[in-house]
Protein backbone atom coordinates (compact mmCIF):
# COMPACT_ATOMS: atom_id res chain seq x y z
CA UNK A 1 0.00 0.00 0.00
CA UNK A 2 1.50 3.13 -1.23
CA UNK A 3 1.71 6.08 1.80
CA UNK A 4 3.09 9.71 2.35
CA UNK A 5 3.94 10.87 5.57
CA UNK A 6 4.30 14.54 5.88
CA UNK A 7 6.01 16.05 8.43
CA UNK A 8 7.72 19.27 9.69
CA UNK A 9 5.18 21.77 9.61
CA UNK A 10 4.03 24.29 12.34
CA UNK A 11 4.05 28.07 13.35
CA UNK A 12 6.78 30.14 12.32
CA UNK A 13 7.27 33.51 12.01
CA UNK A 14 7.01 35.74 8.85
CA UNK A 15 10.78 35.44 7.13
CA UNK A 16 11.67 32.35 8.77
CA UNK A 17 12.58 29.01 7.64
CA UNK A 18 10.64 25.26 7.65
CA UNK A 19 11.64 22.05 5.94
CA UNK A 20 9.23 19.41 5.46
CA UNK A 21 9.60 16.36 5.02
CA UNK A 22 7.58 13.47 3.48
CA UNK A 23 8.51 9.97 4.05
CA UNK A 24 7.27 7.52 1.61
CA UNK A 25 6.53 3.76 1.53
CA UNK A 26 4.79 0.97 -0.64
CA UNK A 27 6.15 2.05 -4.06
CA UNK A 28 9.98 2.05 -5.81
CA UNK A 29 10.58 5.40 -4.68
CA UNK A 30 13.40 6.26 -6.45
CA UNK A 31 11.90 5.74 -9.72
CA UNK A 32 9.27 8.35 -9.59
CA UNK A 33 9.21 11.76 -9.55
CA UNK A 34 7.09 13.69 -6.70
CA UNK A 35 5.47 17.07 -6.22
CA UNK A 36 4.51 19.48 -3.40
CA UNK A 37 0.98 20.91 -3.43
CA UNK A 38 -0.75 23.36 -0.89
CA UNK A 39 -3.93 24.73 -0.10
CA UNK A 40 -4.98 27.25 1.77
CA UNK A 41 -7.56 27.07 4.33
CA UNK A 42 -11.05 26.77 2.28
CA UNK A 43 -9.31 27.22 -0.94
CA UNK A 44 -7.85 25.82 -3.81
CA UNK A 45 -5.29 23.45 -4.83
CA UNK A 46 -2.19 25.74 -5.87
CA UNK A 47 1.29 23.55 -7.32
CA UNK A 48 4.52 24.80 -5.33
CA UNK A 49 7.28 22.45 -6.77
CA UNK A 50 8.26 19.09 -8.48
CA UNK A 51 11.39 17.09 -8.71
CA UNK A 52 12.72 14.05 -11.25
CA UNK A 53 12.78 10.95 -9.97
CA UNK A 54 16.46 11.38 -10.00
CA UNK A 55 16.41 14.69 -8.16
CA UNK A 56 18.58 16.07 -11.21
CA UNK A 57 15.25 18.19 -12.55
CA UNK A 58 13.08 20.58 -10.21
CA UNK A 59 10.23 22.88 -10.83
CA UNK A 60 8.83 25.58 -8.77
CA UNK A 61 6.18 28.26 -8.88
CA UNK A 62 6.72 31.58 -9.30
CA UNK A 63 5.52 32.64 -5.97
CA UNK A 64 8.33 30.18 -4.29
CA UNK A 65 11.20 30.35 -7.00
CA UNK A 66 13.85 31.58 -5.01
CA UNK A 67 12.89 30.91 -1.68
CA UNK A 68 11.63 27.61 -1.60
CA UNK A 69 13.97 24.16 -2.46
CA UNK A 70 12.93 20.44 -3.37
CA UNK A 71 15.35 17.62 -2.98
CA UNK A 72 15.05 14.14 -2.31
CA UNK A 73 17.08 11.44 -0.82
CA UNK A 74 15.98 8.22 -2.82
CA UNK A 75 18.02 5.80 -0.21
CA UNK A 76 15.99 7.29 2.76
CA UNK A 77 12.67 7.43 0.32
CA UNK A 78 11.83 10.74 1.59
CA UNK A 79 10.95 13.97 -0.55
CA UNK A 80 12.01 17.77 1.59
CA UNK A 81 11.05 20.97 0.81
CA UNK A 82 12.93 23.81 2.42
CA UNK A 83 11.04 27.14 2.85
CA UNK A 84 12.86 30.36 3.28
CA UNK A 85 11.58 33.43 3.91
CA UNK A 86 8.29 32.74 4.72
CA UNK A 87 5.31 34.75 4.09
CA UNK A 88 2.06 35.07 5.42
CA UNK A 89 1.03 34.04 2.03
CA UNK A 90 2.71 30.98 2.14
CA UNK A 91 0.19 30.03 5.07
CA UNK A 92 -1.53 26.82 3.90
CA UNK A 93 -1.98 22.84 4.43
CA UNK A 94 0.98 21.69 2.15
CA UNK A 95 1.02 18.10 0.25
CA UNK A 96 2.92 15.68 -0.86
CA UNK A 97 2.46 13.97 -3.69
CA UNK A 98 3.31 11.18 -5.93
CA UNK A 99 3.66 12.19 -9.74
CA UNK A 100 1.90 8.59 -11.55
CA UNK A 101 3.97 9.26 -14.90
CA UNK A 102 3.84 11.30 -18.47
CA UNK A 103 2.65 14.78 -16.77
CA UNK A 104 3.57 16.72 -13.16
CA UNK A 105 -0.05 17.06 -13.57
CA UNK A 106 -1.06 13.75 -12.53
CA UNK A 107 -0.62 12.73 -8.56
CA UNK A 108 -1.78 9.49 -7.97
CA UNK A 109 -1.06 9.26 -4.19
CA UNK A 110 -1.56 12.18 -1.83
CA UNK A 111 0.05 12.39 1.87
CA UNK A 112 -2.66 13.66 4.63
CA UNK A 113 -1.18 16.97 4.71
CA UNK A 114 1.18 19.11 6.90
CA UNK A 115 -0.03 22.43 8.00
CA UNK A 116 2.23 25.68 7.51
CA UNK A 117 1.15 28.37 9.63
CA UNK A 118 3.31 31.72 8.87
CA UNK A 119 2.35 34.69 11.37
CA UNK A 120 3.65 37.05 13.98
CA UNK B 1 -6.94 33.93 -9.69
CA UNK B 2 -6.58 30.07 -11.10
CA UNK B 3 -4.81 29.74 -14.56
CA UNK B 4 -7.64 26.81 -15.00
CA UNK B 5 -11.62 28.33 -15.08
CA UNK B 6 -14.06 26.53 -13.07
CA UNK B 7 -17.38 27.46 -11.91
CA UNK B 8 -17.10 27.80 -7.92
CA UNK B 9 -20.37 25.64 -7.51
CA UNK B 10 -22.55 23.11 -9.19
CA UNK B 11 -25.47 21.09 -7.92
CA UNK B 12 -28.00 18.38 -8.91
CA UNK B 13 -30.30 15.98 -7.21
CA UNK B 14 -29.82 12.28 -6.80
CA UNK B 15 -29.74 10.14 -9.66
CA UNK B 16 -29.09 13.40 -11.92
CA UNK B 17 -26.18 14.17 -14.68
CA UNK B 18 -24.14 16.97 -13.59
CA UNK B 19 -21.42 18.11 -15.43
CA UNK B 20 -18.53 20.82 -14.11
CA UNK B 21 -16.76 22.52 -16.64
CA UNK B 22 -13.21 23.50 -16.63
CA UNK B 23 -11.76 26.42 -19.45
CA UNK B 24 -8.13 26.73 -20.11
CA UNK B 25 -6.55 27.91 -22.92
CA UNK B 26 -3.52 26.94 -25.53
CA UNK B 27 -0.59 26.70 -23.30
CA UNK B 28 -1.95 24.12 -20.96
CA UNK B 29 -5.51 21.84 -21.62
CA UNK B 30 -5.03 22.77 -25.53
CA UNK B 31 -1.56 20.96 -25.22
CA UNK B 32 -1.59 18.46 -22.84
CA UNK B 33 -3.93 15.99 -20.75
CA UNK B 34 -6.07 17.12 -18.13
CA UNK B 35 -6.63 14.97 -14.34
CA UNK B 36 -9.68 15.50 -12.20
CA UNK B 37 -9.37 15.44 -8.54
CA UNK B 38 -12.42 14.87 -5.71
CA UNK B 39 -11.47 16.51 -2.10
CA UNK B 40 -13.89 15.64 0.69
CA UNK B 41 -13.83 18.44 3.81
CA UNK B 42 -10.28 17.57 5.69
CA UNK B 43 -8.97 15.37 3.73
CA UNK B 44 -6.41 14.99 0.45
CA UNK B 45 -7.44 15.29 -3.14
CA UNK B 46 -7.61 12.10 -4.73
CA UNK B 47 -7.19 11.19 -8.24
CA UNK B 48 -10.57 10.74 -10.00
CA UNK B 49 -9.93 10.92 -13.68
CA UNK B 50 -6.49 10.99 -15.66
CA UNK B 51 -5.57 11.32 -19.05
CA UNK B 52 -8.63 13.81 -20.18
CA UNK B 53 -10.76 10.32 -19.94
CA UNK B 54 -9.42 7.50 -17.68
CA UNK B 55 -10.65 6.68 -14.45
CA UNK B 56 -8.12 4.75 -11.90
CA UNK B 57 -8.55 1.40 -10.57
CA UNK B 58 -11.87 1.44 -8.04
CA UNK B 59 -13.35 4.84 -10.12
CA UNK B 60 -17.38 4.09 -10.69
CA UNK B 61 -17.87 4.58 -13.99
CA UNK B 62 -20.63 7.01 -13.59
CA UNK B 63 -17.65 9.59 -13.28
CA UNK B 64 -16.42 10.55 -16.98
CA UNK B 65 -14.35 12.72 -18.73
CA UNK B 66 -13.81 14.73 -21.76
CA UNK B 67 -11.85 17.19 -23.38
CA UNK B 68 -11.72 19.39 -26.64
CA UNK B 69 -10.07 22.58 -27.60
CA UNK B 70 -8.89 24.45 -24.34
CA UNK B 71 -11.82 22.83 -22.88
CA UNK B 72 -12.35 19.63 -20.18
CA UNK B 73 -15.60 19.02 -18.95
CA UNK B 74 -16.02 16.30 -15.72
CA UNK B 75 -19.88 14.51 -16.32
CA UNK B 76 -21.10 12.62 -12.89
CA UNK B 77 -24.46 10.91 -13.91
CA UNK B 78 -26.20 8.62 -11.67
CA UNK B 79 -25.50 11.40 -8.46
CA UNK B 80 -25.08 10.10 -5.32
CA UNK B 81 -25.13 12.16 -1.84
CA UNK B 82 -21.62 10.42 -1.35
CA UNK B 83 -20.43 12.81 -4.36
CA UNK B 84 -21.02 15.96 -2.57
CA UNK B 85 -17.21 16.92 -2.98
CA UNK B 86 -14.67 19.80 -4.42
CA UNK B 87 -13.86 18.78 -7.59
CA UNK B 88 -10.68 20.44 -9.33
CA UNK B 89 -9.00 20.08 -12.73
CA UNK B 90 -5.27 20.09 -13.52
CA UNK B 91 -3.05 20.02 -16.42
CA UNK B 92 0.79 20.84 -17.44
CA UNK B 93 0.84 24.29 -18.86
CA UNK B 94 3.79 24.78 -21.19
CA UNK B 95 4.13 28.60 -20.65
CA UNK B 96 4.63 28.41 -16.42
CA UNK B 97 6.32 25.31 -17.51
CA UNK B 98 4.22 23.60 -14.33
CA UNK B 99 1.18 22.08 -13.10
CA UNK B 100 -1.96 24.45 -13.15
CA UNK B 101 -5.42 23.58 -11.01
CA UNK B 102 -8.54 25.03 -11.31
CA UNK B 103 -10.19 27.21 -8.50
CA UNK B 104 -12.80 23.85 -7.39
CA UNK B 105 -16.33 23.26 -8.00
CA UNK B 106 -18.23 22.78 -4.72
CA UNK B 107 -20.62 19.99 -5.86
CA UNK B 108 -23.97 20.10 -3.79
CA UNK B 109 -26.33 16.75 -4.00
CA UNK B 110 -29.80 18.43 -2.83
Known amino acids: EVQLVESGGGLVQPGGSLRLSCAAS????????MSWVRQTPGEGLEWVSA????????YYSDSVKGRFTISRDNSKNTLYLQMNSLRAEDTAVYYC?????????????WGQGTLVTVSS | QSVLTQPPSASGTPGQRVTISCSGS????????VNWYQQFPGTAPKLLIY???QRPSGVPDRFSGSKSGTSASLAISGLQSEDEADYYC???????????FGGGTKLTVL
Open chain 1, 97 to 109: AKVAGGTYSRLDY
Open chain 1, 26 to 33: GFTFGTYA
Open chain 1, 51 to 58: ISASGFST
Open chain 2, 26 to 33: SSNIGSNT
Open chain 2, 51 to 53: INN
Open chain 2, 90 to 100: AAWDDSLNGPV
